[in-house]
């Protein structure tokens, strides 16, 4: 009877490919390095099980995030941040529910329940993430009459929040994402990060999504037309 090696050199590594694909050997683990951030997006406590907004299992994923965040020594964790009756909550808008959409001078925005009001116990970052390393806090959708999902530009594509300057001035080149939600805050963090020129990777299973008509897959489709790099928490290399 032939053994494994044998039938390995009789295959050969083309055919092996083709009929086990499973059996092949997985990518060397992605080592982050001085020119490498973590951006964790808006895990608050609006967003979390309880809070005004909150995403499906949106809790699981700081443990991931807190075990990731091990690996980086560059880490910039991101606020929403809102006035009260801000231009997206849907109570200042007579007539209209949460999750619909209206035309605003900068264009589509979906409307969303209060959230992340300034000062609030549901602005706060959750209590149970653990990264005493992170050495920002970028705070987002202050501007009363233009929301901000994007860690690096205001809805309006054009008013800055100064991240790409700050990472670029420490000699970033590529960025992983995390955090909530995946078809909107991260998203659209991740596709700015690539305009800006970044190398950009969103950690899946460190992220959960709203989901709202078809905006997850949409989101996904979005990020990969633009380069960005869809990975696993398991793809980086533990610190």
């Known amino acids: 009877m032939l053994n494994r090696r ?3 050199a009789a295959l050969g590594t083309t055919a092996l490919a083709s009929l086990a694909p499973s059996m092949l050997f997985a990518a060397a683990p992605i080592k982050p390095d001085d020119s490498s951030a973590l951006l964790v997006i808006d895990v608050q406590n609006c967003f979390l099980p309880g809070g005004s907004l909150a995403v499906k299992e949106g809790e699981q994923v700081v443990p991931v995030i807190n075990r990731i965040a091990k690996a980086f020594s560059n880490v910039v964790m991101t606020q929403d941040w809102h006035t009260p009756g801000h231009v997206s909550f849907a ?4 007539g209209k529910k949460p999750f619909e959409t209206i035309d605003l001078p900068y264009g589509k925005q979906v409307l969303w329940p209060d959230h992340c009001v300034q000062g609030t116990d549901g602005a706060s970052l959750s209590k149970d ?3 005493p390393q992170a050495e920002l806090i970028i705070r987002k959708g202050f501007h009363k009459d233009v929301d901000s999902y ?3 530009l205001e809805a309006d594509g054009k008013t800055t929040t100064g991240l790409a300057a700050y990472l670029n001035s420490r000699k970033i080149k590529r960025v992983f994402v995390a955090g909530l939600a995946t078809d909107f805050c991260v998203a659209w963090t991740a596709l700015d990060a690539r305009k ?3 190398e950009v990777y969103v950690v ?3 992220c959960r999504g709203i989901d709202n008509q078809g905006s997850l897959a949409k989101a996904w489709a979005d990020m990969a037309k633009a380069g960005v790099k869809r990975i696993q928490s398991a793809d980086i290399a533990s610190a």
């Open 91 to 94: 109570s200042v808008h007579s």
């Open 150 to 152: 994007s860690a690096f």
């Open 6 to 8: 044998q039938i390995l």
């Open 204 to 206: 899946e299973d460190a």
């Open 129 to 131: 993430l653990s990264i």
């Open 196 to 198: 800006a020129g970044f």
